[in-house]
Nanobody
Framework: VQLVESGGGLVQPGGSLRLSCIVR????????MGWFRQAPGKVRELVTSIVINSSGDITNYVEPVKGRFTISRDNAKNTVYLQMNSLKPEDTAVYYCNVIWPRFRNWGQGTQVTVSS
């Protein structure tokens, strides 16, 4: 298994979760990682990405999560994180991580995030 996601759960609107993704083999400068999500009946979509750079990572977010989600990484732990704050019901989905560059890997099992009161 090359990608292992965890940290999902049931949370009330306005709550927070931190997702983790262990990347087998780790990552290095120039690699790009992303968090994706797939809601019921919808296609999987990219939510945020990070380009690994020792001089300063470059991150991008889709508009609906800007200011609420933060992607980060810990090289020593071979882990990419997704901090999610001010969660909304429309954030409900299965969340996946993957390598964007140099190439995608087989998808992991994902982690379910459910935002509901």
């Amino acid at each position: 298994v090359q990608l292992v996601e965890s940290g999902g759960g049931l949370v009330q609107p306005g709550g927070s979760l931190r997702l983790s993704c262990i990347v087998r083999g780790g990552f290095s400068d120039g690699n790009a990682m992303g968090w994706f999500r797939q809601a019921p009946g919808k296609v999987r979509e990219l939510v945020t990405s990070i380009v690994i750079n020792s001089s300063g990572d470059i991150t991008n977010y889709v508009e609906p999560v800007k200011g609420r989600f933060t992607i980060s990484r810990d090289n020593a732990k071979n882990t990419v994180y997704l901090q999610m704050n001010s969660l909304k019901p429309e954030d409900t989905a299965v969340y996946y991580c993957n390598v964007i560059w140099p190439r995608f890997r087989n998808w992991g099992q994902g982690t379910q995030v459910t935002v509901s009161s």
